[in-house]
C-alpha cells in the first residue's frame, strides 16, 4: 500500500495512512471537551477487526483501499461522533464511506491510468482496531495526534 501512497497520494509525506472519521473543521472546542464526548459516544464499542482490500476510484480523482470487513463499526462510530458537540459539524457534501485514500489525482487521464495500474493490487490488510485517534491539523497540513481513545 504504502508503494501506491507514494506515487499517487501528494500527501503521502504528510498525513500517514488513515480513515476519516470525522471531516476536518474549525471549531472552539477545548481538547477536554472533546475528550469527554469521545469517551461518552463511543464507551460501548469494542475492538473490532478490519479487513481492506481491493482499490476504486472516486470522484474522478481519489483511489481508496476499500474496507471489506469492519465497515458497520466505523459507520457507527462516525454516527455517534457527530452527536452533541459536533452534530454541527457534520459534513454532507459527499457520502460517508469508509477507506483509505490512497491517491488523488490532478487529471482524468492520470486518474484512469492509475486506475489501470492499480488493478492487480488485491493486497489484504487486516488489524484490530482497538483505539482511534483524535488529530490536529496544522497550517502546513501536517497532522498531529491530539489524543486517543481506547475501546475496551
Known amino acids: 500500500m504504502e508503494e501506491v501512497r507514494e506515487k499517487y497520494d501528494p500527501l503521502y509525506s504528510v498525513i500517514p495512512p488513515h480513515i476519516t472519521l470525522v471531516f476536518p473543521f474549525e471549531s472552539d472546542i477545548s481538547t477536554l471537551e472533546l475528550k469527554e464526548h469521545v469517551h461518552d459516544s463511543l464507551r460501548e464499542i469494542?475492538?473490532?477487526t478490519l479487513r481492506l482490500q481491493g482499490v476504486t476510484g472516486s470522484g474522478g480523482e481519489y483511489l481508496f483501499l476499500n474496507v471489506k470487513q469492519g465497515n458497520d463499526e466505523i459507520?457507527?462510530?462516525h454516527d455517534l461522533l457527530y452527536t452533541g458537540i459536533l452534530k454541527e459539524y457534520y459534513f454532507r457534501?459527499?457520502?460517508f464511506i469508509p477507506h483509505i485514500t490512497i491517491g488523488r489525482l490532478?487529471?482524468?487521464k492520470d486518474f484512469r491510468?492509475?486506475?489501470?495500474q492499480t488493478s492487480?493490487?488485491?493486497s489484504t490488510f487486516e488489524t484490530k482496531i482497538n483505539?482511534?485517534?483524535c488529530e490536529v491539523i496544522a497550517n502546513d497540513d501536517q497532522s498531529e495526534p491530539e489524543?486517543?481513545?481506547h475501546f475496551e
Request: charged residues 20%.
Open 147 to 149: 489524543f486517543w481513545f
Open 120 to 122: 492487480k493490487f488485491d
Open 46 to 48: 469494542s475492538p473490532f
Open 106 to 108: 490532478q487529471s482524468k
Open 75 to 77: 459507520i457507527r462510530i
Open 131 to 133: 483505539s482511534i485517534c
Open 93 to 95: 457534501e459527499v457520502s
Open 113 to 116: 491510468q492509475a486506475l489501470l
